[in-house]
Each structure stands twice: as structure tokens, then as C-alpha cells.
């Protein structure tokens, strides 16, 4: 089939939006997952190439769980200004940060639903999935906002961070529990990267400073970064209370899309567990997101990226690197009452299975859902009066070429529970959250 890659096979987009109510459901749904399942991608307007798979608008697909049943599934197109073909880059290179289609993320904070993508403001969602408009949180931010913020478990402070093409290239932002933005300064780094995800632990933010840059001549092409072998790769290691500088370390060249979770160890080093990708990697899967047609390749984007250990110590600057597994993985996810915090599991995507990892033993444990299925993030969602770590599910939404389905999985043993068969395809996206009608 002609065309570029996220415009057909597993990442087609659908045509429209739709409602439908009393899902079928094999196996048994556990009574306690009542809520609602969100999950965020790009999905182009029928005829619409918006010419890099990072740039479809967004389109928020939910399913709502209630005792037992599943109530309704729905999408809904999240209503930036984009969606009406309205540029989101003025005459002066600066972007419109209400115009960037919130393509990437959905979380709630501080009874806030929003979508979020990490050039422009977050667009905040009803439960029912209808744009409500942009948020800056009383007109405090005026930076974008990273897709991939970070709260934290015992404060219920949401971290966050701005990148930019032009200075200030990168500003650290904290609201808090009540969703009140109380800081904002800028980070010094030394030009414009493209900074999608970070870490924090209960001491320190952790920024990953990596070769991956914005390039003025490449903005007829879509996203306009690329590998800069010149740039050099770093992470800084900032402590969390203001108190001192950010302690920057030389890394082996590499560039991370998404973190699994970080935490200081007793020692007072930290411990950041990530999706590595060595150059050769970045470039293979760089090039599928920006569509290049690869005909041996017929499902979603593939990782080449591998689960990766950083141990870093502020005190004396030593660090050290290692591989966790071999494999190729990506979207690793975990408890989030885990965040900043040592954990024992971290979960994530393999080709058609999902990698549950016990991280301390250096053991990995995998559910193989078939070979024909695309396999989405695992979100984990802890059971009530949970007495061990894993003890709760993990959701994905999970497709075959007939349709898509949102499996629930006993996280202990990755076995299986329920499944939702939805009324439509669901493409292949990004990042979603699971929100409790008990928060």
C-alpha cells in the first residue's frame, strides 16, 4: 500500500467519531477497575498527510469500566486549533503554543484532565472527552509543557519542563497538589535539544541533555531535529529543593525517549532505568516515524531501544552504565506511587508482548499476546489494598487486523483476565492513564 508509514497498517487513522455503549466483554472485568481508560495519539482529519507522524492531531480514545461492565467507549478529536489546519509556527519561528495538536499524553491532576504534548500548552478534557480549551494555569505558564510530567507520590507536586527552539531552551516548572503553578526557572543547557522526558526522585530532578537538535533548514521536512554528534550527550542530576547547581555528567552518546523511573540510592547516588538508543538506533527509528515507506515492516513503529542503567553520584561525579536486557523495548510504565522512589518492577512493550521486569533480580518475564497483535503501553493500575508492588493490573489496548481490544492483565502473573472488544480499530498511539472514579 502507497503512502507513509502512519497513515496505514496499524497507525491508519480513523475517519471519525463515535459512541457505543454495554461492550462485550470475555473473561471477567475486576469490579474495582471503575474508571475510566484515556489513551492519546495522532490521528490525521480524513485526507489529511500532516507529513511527519508527530504531527496528527490529537484524538483521545476512552473506555469507561464500571463494576464489572464496560459502559461505553468513545473518541473524540482533542480541540486545538491545529485540528481547523491553523499554523502553529508564526513569522518568527516562535511557535503558538495553544495551536500544537495535544497529540501525545492524557493525565488528570488536581481534577484536571489534560492532554498534553511537548511543545504546547496542555488542553484540559471533560470525563466525556470534550475539549474544554487551553490551560496555563492562570496565565503562569508561558513555556510548553513536557508530555511526560512527573508527580510525586508523598507531596502530589507535579514536576514538569518546557523545551524550546529558541532561549530560554529549557525551564523547569512545578505545580502543586492543588494545581497552582508555584515555580518556574530557567535550566541552563547549551542549545536547543529535544527533551522528551525526564526523571525526578524524592531529592533531585533528572535532566537527560542528549544530541538529538533543532535545525532551522529542516522545517519543510516535518520535526526539524537531528543527531549532532558535536552536541554531546549528558544527564544532570539537580537538587529538587533549590539548593544547588545542576551536576552535569558526560555520557556515552545515546538519546532516551522515555524513562522508566529513577530514585537515590542509600549511598546518595542516582539510579535513572531508561530506553536507550545508540545512534545507529535513533536513526533506524527515526526514520519510521517520519513515514518512510519500509515495505518489511507492515505494523507500528518497532523500538530499537533497550532498557538501560545509569548510576550517577552527585557527591564525587562517578558514573556507571549498563544494559538490563537485550531486547528491544519501548514505553516502559510503572506503579506511580513508585515515582522517584526505588521499585522492583518496571513493565513495557515488546513487538506483541509485554516485558514485565523485576529490576533488583535482573529477571524478565514476558506475555506473548500473538504474533498478528499490535501491542500498546501497559498502564498499571494498583489493587486495592495492595500488600506487594505488582499486586494489580496492567491495561493496554492491543489490535489485531479484525479490530482492537482493551486487555486487563494480572500483573503478578501477566496472565489475561479480561478483554474489551471495542466497537472500532483502534491506531496505534502514544501514552494514556487510567483514572479512578474513586480520585
Not at 527515526?286 to 518497532?302: I, K, Y
Request: with cysteine; charged share 20%; net charge negative.
Amino acid at each position: 500500500m502507497a503512502g507513509p508509514a502512519y497513515l496505514r497498517g496499524y497507525l491508519a487513522p480513523v475517519p471519525d467519531e463515535i459512541d457505543a455503549v454495554d461492550l462485550p466483554v470475555a473473561g471477567a472485568l475486576p469490579a474495582e477497575l471503575t474508571g475510566r481508560y484515556f489513551r492519546n495519539g495522532p490521528n490525521p482529519l480524513p485526507g489529511q498527510d500532516p507529513g511527519h507522524w508527530f504531527l496528527g492531531p490529537g484524538m483521545i480514545h476512552g473506555v469507561r469500566l464500571r463494576d464489572g461492565r464496560a459502559e461505553w467507549y468513545r473518541n473524540r478529536w482533542v480541540r486545538t486549533s491545529a485540528l481547523s489546519g491553523a499554523p502553529y509556527l508564526r513569522p518568527d519561528f516562535t511557535i503558538d503554543l495553544t495551536a500544537v495538536p495535544a497529540n501525545t499524553h492524557v493525565i488528570r491532576h488536581a481534577d484536571r484532565i489534560l492532554a498534553l504534548v511537548e511543545v504546547g500548552l496542555p488542553y484540559e478534557l471533560t470525563p466525556e472527552l470534550d475539549t474544554v480549551g487551553p490551560c496555563d494555569f492562570g496565565q503562569r505558564l508561558t513555556t510548553a509543557m513536557t508530555a511526560h510530567p512527573k508527580q510525586d507520590p508523598d507531596s502530589g507536586e507535579l514536576h514538569f519542563f518546557g523545551y524550546s527552539a529558541l532561549p530560554p531552551y529549557l525551564t523547569y516548572h512545578r505545580l502543586s497538589a492543588a494545581g497552582e503553578l508555584v515555580e518556574s526557572r530557567e535550566i541552563p543547557v547549551a542549545g536547543p535539544t529535544m527533551m522528551h522526558d525526564f526523571a525526578i526522585t524524592s531529592q533531585h530532578v533528572v535532566w537527560l541533555d542528549l544530541p538529538v537538535v533543532f535545525d532551522l533548514a529542516l522545517l519543510p521536512q516535518g520535526i526539524p531535529y537531528r543527531w549532532d554528534d558535536r552536541y554531546g550527550a549528558r544527564i544532570g542530576v539537580m537538587p529538587r529543593d533549590g539548593t544547588g547547581a545542576v551536576r552535569w555528567f558526560d555520557v556515552e552518546p545515546c538519546y532516551v525517549f522515555h524513562v522508566g523511573n529513577a530514585y537515590s540510592d542509600p549511598g546518595g547516588s542516582v539510579v535513572l532505568d531508561a530506553v536507550r538508543y545508540d545512534p545507529a538506533g535513533f536513526a533506524s527509528v527515526w526514520e519510521q516515524v517520519a513515514g518512510h515507506p519500509d515495505p518489511a515492516r507492515s505494523a507500528a513503529v518497532a523500538s530499537t531501544g533497550r532498557l538501560h542503567r545509569w548510576r550517577l553520584d552527585p557527591a564525587t561525579g562517578a558514573r556507571k552504565e549498563e544494559v538490563l536486557d537485550d531486547r528491544y523495548v519501548e514505553l516502559p510504565t510503572h506503579h506511580d506511587g513508585r515515582t522517584g522512589r526505588l521499585c522492583d518492577y518496571l513493565y513495557a512493550v515488546s513487538e506483541h508482548a509485554i516485558v514485565k521486569y523485576a529490576v533488583f533480580r535482573g529477571a524478565a518475564r514476558t506475555r506473548d499476546l500473538g504474533t498478528d497483535r499490535q501491542v500498546g503501553e501497559a498502564v498499571f493500575v494498583p489493587a486495592d489494598g495492595a500488600r506487594a508492588e505488582d499486586e494489580g493490573w496492567l491495561i493496554s489496548i492491543v489490535s489485531d487486523p479484525a479490530g482492537s481490544s482493551l486487555v486487563v492483565l494480572d500483573a503478578v502473573e501477566l496472565a489475561v483476565v479480561a478483554s474489551v472488544r471495542l466497537p472500532r480499530r483502534v491506531p496505534a498511539g502514544f501514552h494514556g492513564s487510567w483514572i479512578a472514579d474513586r480520585e
